[in-house]
């Protein structure tokens, strides 16, 4: 099991270089994915973003956009998520960012994660951390 966040999810989907193949592959080899309810919206709303940059195709973008509906990653709601938690690490990460290590703590899984300060900040919380660069 492992806590993929968005970056990481976007990018195995629309990066072609060897930070997108190293997300696929671990993304892959572990194919049950948790995550905050949130996470397939963050998505969804950059895929629409780069779409309306021009960065994608409207076809590419639909395209990936079904990838993140057809998915079946384990989704955590707020309810399941103790909200004072997320509140006593704000001086160390975002409550968004907390969301996706509070999961990572209640089950005990990796969090995969493309932002280089957010590994940093978990590494100093004895959460499992797999940083992707």
């Not at 696929?24 to 780069?50: F, G, N, T």
């Not at 932002?115 to 499992?128: C, E, G, K, M, N």
Request: hydrophobic letters at 50%; aromatic letters at 6%.
């Amino acid at each position: 099991m492992i806590v993929v966040d968005a970056n990481v999810w976007l990018a195995a989907l629309i990066d072609a270089g060897p930070t997108g193949e190293t997300c696929r592959q671990v993304m892959e080899s572990d194919p049950h994915w948790i995550m905050p309810s949130h996470c397939p919206l963050e998505v969804l709303r950059a895929l629409s973003k780069y779409e309306l940059a021009g960065k994608i195709s409207a076809t590419a973008s639909s395209l990936f956009a079904k990838a993140v509906w057809d998915a079946v990653p384990q989704i955590v709601t707020l309810e399941g998520i103790e909200l004072k938690h997320l509140w006593s690490l704000r001086h160390n990460v975002s409550v968004y960012d907390a969301v996706y290590v509070v999961i990572a703590m209640i089950y005990q899984a990796n969090l995969v994660t493309c932002d280089q300060r957010l590994a940093r900040a978990v590494a100093r919380l004895d959460v499992q951390v797999h940083a992707i660069e």
